[in-house]
């Protein structure tokens, strides 16, 4: 589903500013990892429940223009009272729902597929720290990825010499001999001044390859929800979201965010009919659902400057 949003270039036009899409898989697995929170929900995973597709949790998805409705399945453990555990789990779902989207959550559906007997004498909160395996982060590809195919390129060209010099060898193409005439003319080299400056080259050619090679790869999303995240955005969605919030709210004419490692920079144009005071309190009142799941620990400012005013021609 799409869902418009303010842009972070600054535009004339309302309907060019941008939006952000919510996958429905992204959706399932934020209401996957709120009813997990709860100690007394269970996970099945694995063997023949992957093969038939009957993992627990698992949520269905279904999206309207502004709404969500989720079938939820779950498991629980026995002796659990299912009412409580089913009420809970709905709110749960429910306000992480609302939280991550902004969208109408229209009907949430939590369906018991399955019992389990606890036979552990560990309290419930133990449990469900053993059941969250926190997945790794999305991480850009390996910084050695280009000296690999550098070498896969010089890899496939000396196969390309091998074997013209084995048809050479056997008669079959004419020609002179690379290999041979290449070791000769490294026979006949003795040194010369030029060599230190080829010694120094391939020092740091080697010492760079070596540390493109072990360099760790960076992240480039962040988790929501803090704890051991299941859906991640990049700090572009980030950004999108926290305009959009912004923008929502009244006196605010236009919105521009920057996220960094560190810190949620947003820029707000107020309108001059309202007061810097109660445009920053509701602007950050706005924000604050969004950065809740978004922070990931960065430092959130916000800066107010005055919207030029509209010329009337």
């Known amino acids: 589903m799409t869902t418009q949003a303010a842009s972070d270039e600054v535009s004339d036009d309302p309907g060019s500013r941008g939006s952000v899409e919510i996958k429905d898989r992204a959706i399932s697995r934020t209401a996957i990892a709120a009813a997990l929170k709860d100690p007394r929900v269970t996970r099945t995973t694995g063997g023949l429940s992957r093969l038939t597709g009957r993992e627990l949790p698992r949520a269905d998805v279904t999206l309207g223009a502004d709404t969500i409705a989720v079938n939820l399945y779950i498991g629980v453990r026995w002796p659990s009272q299912i009412t409580e555990v089913t009420q809970a789990v709905h709110a749960a779902v429910e306000e992480a729902l609302a939280t991550m989207t902004g969208l109408h959550v229209h009907r949430v559906n939590v369906l018991v597929s399955d019992t389990?007997?606890?036979?552990?004498?560990?309290?419930?909160?133990?449990?469900?720290?053993?059941?969250?395996?926190?997945?790794?982060?999305?991480?850009?590809?390996?910084?050695?990825?280009?000296?690999?195919?550098?070498?896969?390129?010089?890899?496939?060209?000396?196969?390309?010499?091998?074997?013209?010099?084995?048809?050479?060898?056997?008669?079959?193409?004419?020609?002179?001999?690379?290999?041979?005439?290449?070791?000769?003319?490294?026979?006949?080299?003795?040194?010369?001044?030029?060599m230190i400056a080829a010694a120094i080259g391939a020092a740091v050619v080697g010492s760079l390859l070596v540390f493109v090679g072990?360099?760790?790869?960076?992240?480039?999303?962040?988790?929501?929800?803090?704890?051991?995240?299941?859906?991640?955005?990049?700090?572009?969605?980030?950004?999108?979201?926290?305009?959009?919030?912004?923008?929502?709210?009244?006196?605010?004419?236009?919105?521009?965010?920057?996220?960094?490692?560190?810190?949620?920079?947003?820029?707000?144009?107020?309108?001059?009919?309202?007061?810097?005071?109660?445009?920053?309190?509701?602007?950050?009142?706005?924000?604050?659902?969004?950065?809740?799941?978004?922070?990931?620990?960065?430092?959130?400012?916000?800066?107010?400057?005055v919207a030029p005013p509209t010329r009337v021609s």
Do not use: Y
């Open 116 to 194: 389990t007997l606890d036979r552990s004498d560990r309290a419930p909160t133990t449990d469900v720290a053993s059941q969250t395996v926190s997945p790794r982060p999305p991480t850009a590809g390996p910084a050695a990825m280009p000296v690999a195919l550098l070498f896969g390129f010089l890899l496939l060209g000396v196969a390309f010499v091998a074997g013209r010099e084995f048809l050479i060898a056997h008669g079959t193409i004419g020609g002179s001999p690379w290999i041979a005439d290449a070791i000769g003319w490294v026979a006949r080299l003795h040194w010369q001044s030029w």
């Open 214 to 305: 072990v360099k760790p790869r960076t992240r480039t999303h962040s988790g929501l929800g803090g704890g051991t995240p299941t859906v991640w955005a990049t700090p572009t969605d980030i950004a999108r979201l926290c305009s959009a919030a912004a923008q929502s709210t009244r006196g605010v004419t236009d919105a521009h965010t920057v996220v960094t490692r560190k810190k949620i920079e947003l820029r707000v144009e107020r309108d001059p009919a309202f007061d810097v005071d109660s445009v920053d309190a509701a602007v950050r009142e706005a924000l604050a659902p969004v950065l809740s799941v978004t922070s990931d620990g960065r430092r959130s400012t916000v800066k107010h400057s």
